[in-house]
């Protein structure tokens, strides 16, 4: 059981590293990047394509990351807003890691880029333990879920800068009840932000690409209590891990850790790696893998 946990924060704390590395260098060359998570079936996709075409009607210059554990239909419903969008089929994997958002960002992502949206794997799990050099994390739900979604997924919603609402032209039929939604949002995260949003109504739209550009305009993005208290608590070398019962997978020689009780590790706490090289950037494509 200690050789698990032990594991388990090496390959937290490398993420780490490898995130606090992307955020500066995304940083210095005018990008910000906004983590979506959600569970599947939230209509994360639609929302992104909604926001996607809004911005390139604004002249905003966005660009957009999907992955997914196989197929390349987000991908190509992205793509139908005429903004740069690449696919990353994770192969089984549960979740983006730095790292791999690093290589995939790695000669495709446009100099000009001053917002990149990342679809995460819909998954409100394993995702929530992993920083992605994100300067805002967003976490959406939809009315279908119930309102205990966030009591279910405190690391989730504990961990988010923003939350998000989706499918609202369906509340009433599906019974939704907002304020005992908002209720649950605030006792896992005080403050955070709720915004209400349809696709399909149109009710919220750029919500999302006003935050976003706020956030990289230099406005302070919300500070949950819990990434907070963990900067006060941890583990001799400055990473904090919480874990419940986890174990780890190896995945083509790497190994990832997968937090299965809805408390993970609390990203965004490392320095950067000296010797990693800034990734190279050489235009951008429409769609690939």
């Keep these: 059981m200690c050789r698990v946990v032990d594991l388990q924060q090496a390959v937290l704390a490398k993420n780490d590293l490898a995130a606090q ?31 996607l075409l809004l911005a390139r009607e604004r002249g905003v210059p966005v660009a957009a990351l999907t ?15 005429g903004v740069p969008v690449k696919q990353v089929l994770t192969d089984g994997l549960c979740h983006l890691e730095a790292g791999m958002m690093g290589r995939h960002l790695d000669g ?14 819909g998954n409100l799990v394993c995702p929530a333990s992993y920083d992605l050099g994100e ?53 896992v995260n005080p403050g ?20 976003a550009l706020a956030v990289g305009a230099g406005a302070a993005a919300h500070a949950p209590v819990m990434a907070r208290a963990a900067q006060g608590h ?9 874990h419940g019962d ?10 990832h850790d ?6 993970g590790h609390v990203p965004g706490h490392a320095q950067p790696d000296p010797d990693r090289r800034p990734p190279a950037h050489h235009g951008s494509v429409t769609q690939t893998r």
């Design 192 to 211: 955070v932000e709720v915004v209400l949003t349809s696709a399909r109504a149109g009710t919220g739209g750029g919500l999302l690409l006003e935050r």
């Design 246 to 255: 986890g174990h780890v997978h190896d995945h083509d020689g790497h190994d």
């Design 108 to 121: 495709w992502l446009p100099e000009e880029t001053r917002l990149l949206f990342v679809e995460n794997v």
């Design 135 to 187: 300067s805002l994390r967003v976490v959406l739900a939809s009315v279908t879920e119930g309102e205990d979604k966030p009591l279910k997924y405190p690391t989730a919603f504990g961990l988010a800068q923003l939350v998000v609402v989706t499918k609202t032209d369906i509340a009433e039929a599906v019974e939704f009840d907002e304020a005992a939604f908002r209720r649950n949002v605030q006792q």
């Design 21 to 51: 590395v992307l955020r500066a260098e995304l940083t210095a060359r005018g990008t910000t990047v906004v983590n979506l998570l959600s569970s599947p079936g939230s209509g994360k996709t639609a929302l992104l394509e909604r926001e």
């Design 67 to 81: 992955a997914d554990l196989a197929t390349e239909n987000d991908a190509v419903r992205l793509a139908r807003s």
């Design 258 to 263: 997968h937090d299965h009780d809805g408390h």
């Design 234 to 242: 941890t583990h001799g070398h400055g990473h904090d891990h919480t």
